[in-house]
């Protein structure tokens, strides 16, 4: 077999028939896998086949065995965690994506996908309002892109009291104060662990889970003036709801601090005129952390990483090999390596950039307002079901109910699982159990969201039953 287009035709042609069989079985579907990955287990595994098999064949095997344990998260009837779906550009830019196969390291070798990224990362800069000339990488998702930002902050807060974290590591570092909001995600936990820098000191939050700025400003002064890094979030997972990023920002930075804003999917309230109210301030962040596949609904994975000093982000993640092409030098335009934490890489923001393309401006915006108009009507069709309660102000994306105590709440979650219409997650919020509604799909419409609530109307009526 040759790498002619021919050898491509037959397998492409099979995962495209299957993948458009797919989406278009998502306006009806079920939104939940009918196995699990173990029942899946023996259709993929077993011994390795001694032999070759033709292409076309394994794809059609793979998406056909895959289909009964893939859950519809791209339906518009998919409220989970905090997921969004794919838009059509980004799909179809996603595809060429992996045809093209460009190793996105360098600029000079691949320079189509570099300069596709750079056009990219320089509309989020402007649609976020964030301050212009900021570095922007692109990376698998928040986890990683928290985890370069604040790469980037611990270097340069211990630098500023003279140490050399590249020569010397953290060993015998002056202790980086790193404070958090006492309801910041736990992935940011996890990047700090991984940069070595503890567990952080949590600020208390108030009712909607925002830091509180008298708390930490108090948690400020008690800590002196050593190196400190203050993360703040924008949207937090259960009320969606923004820490004062402007206010507590200009606290931290009379501290010397490093602000960093982990904005997984709320940072996109910058780009919408009638939510930019959500995040005064936001510019005056040193770092900002967001996914693309959330709120802007590309495929997985992409996040992306911001950093207002293109030369902290540089210092913290380029290498220097010499079979490499050496980078053009401060104050060029960086290689995507320099950026993040990757060397070898997917182009992964050539579909943030076909989003961006295919909505413009005011398409981003109203992609945003309308995620956040249906996550109002969903708290309002939550709120009239007997029993119900919305528990937070519904200023984003996100809804969290509860339907009398932990149990029926529960209860509720269940049933509604069962009955397969729509997708919801349970969770704990403020010492209650919640059922947590995200939308975070563009294709989520009316009828989705009525055929949802009428899901849950029939779960909160089967919940009741035992209860009688
Ligand atoms: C989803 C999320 C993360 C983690 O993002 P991944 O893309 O899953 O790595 C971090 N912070 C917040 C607020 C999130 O919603």
Same mark, same amino acid.
């Given at each position: ?16 028939? #299957? ?40 794809? =059609? ?54 300069? *596709? ?8 800069? =402007? ?192 290498? #220097? ?134 899901? *849950? ?12």
């Amino acid at each position: 077999m040759s790498a002619s287009e021919d050898a491509y035709d037959a397998a492409l042609d099979m995962a495209g028939a #299957h993948a458009r069989a797919w989406l278009g079985s998502l306006p009806d579907r079920p939104v939940p896998p009918r196995t699990d990955a173990d029942g899946l287990a023996p259709v993929f595994g077993g011994p390795l086949p001694d032999g070759p098999a033709d292409p076309a064949e394994v794809i =059609d095997l793979l998406a056909r065995s895959a289909e009964p344990g893939l859950m519809a998260m791209p339906s518009g009837r998919f409220y989970g965690w905090v997921i969004g779906g794919t838009l059509p550009a980004a799909l179809g830019a996603d595809w060429l994506v992996s045809a093209w196969d460009q190793n996105a390291a360098m600029r000079y070798p691949t320079p189509a996908v570099a300069a *596709l990224e750079e056009a990219a990362g320089a509309w989020i800069v =402007d649609l976020l309002g964030l301050p212009a000339g900021a570095d922007v990488g692109f990376v698998t998702g928040a986890t990683v892109a928290n985890f370069t930002g604040l790469a980037a902050a611990r270097r340069h807060v211990l630098a500023r009291v003279g140490w050399n974290l590249d020569a010397d590591g953290l060993f015998g570092a002056p202790r980086i104060r790193v404070l958090v909001g006492e309801e910041r995600h736990e992935t940011l936990d996890l990047a700090l662990r991984h940069l070595g820098l503890g567990a952080p000191t949590a600020v208390a939050a108030d009712e909607q889970g925002r830091i509180r700025l008298d708390a930490l400003a108090e948690a400020l002064e008690a800590g002196g003036d050593g190196p400190a890094i203050v993360c703040l979030q924008a949207g937090n997972v259960h009320s969606g709801a923004f820490d004062p990023i402007g206010e507590a920002a200009r606290i931290a930075h009379r501290h010397g601090a490093w602000v960093h804003v982990d904005g997984a999917f709320g940072l996109w309230a910058a780009a919408s005129p009638g939510l930019r109210h959500l995040v005064p301030g936001l510019a005056g962040a040193d770092s900002w952390a967001t996914d693309a596949h959330k709120t802007l609904n590309v495929p997985y994975d992409c996040g992306v990483v911001v950093v207002a000093d293109p030369g902290a982000l540089r210092a913290a993640m380029g290498v #220097h090999a010499s079979y490499l092409i050496e980078p053009a030098g401060p104050g060029g335009p960086a290689d995507p390596f320099e950026k993040v934490p990757e060397l070898s890489r997917r182009a992964r923001g050539v579909p943030v950039w076909a989003a961006l393309r295919s909505l413009g401006r005011s398409g981003v915006a109203g992609l945003v307002d309308g995620l956040v108009r249906n996550a109002r009507a969903m708290a309002e069709g939550i709120a009239a079901i007997d029993g119900a309660e919305v528990l937070n102000d519904v200023v984003f994306t996100q809804v969290c109910a509860a339907f009398g105590d932990d149990e029926r709440t529960a209860a509720v979650t269940r049933a509604l699982l069962e009955d397969g219409s729509a997708w919801m997650s349970g969770s704990r919020w403020r010492g209650r159990a919640v059922l947590r509604v995200s939308v975070s799909n563009w294709s989520t419409d009316d009828a989705d969201i009525e055929a949802s609530l009428a899901a *849950l109307r029939r779960a909160a009526q089967r919940a009741s039953r035992p209860h009688r």
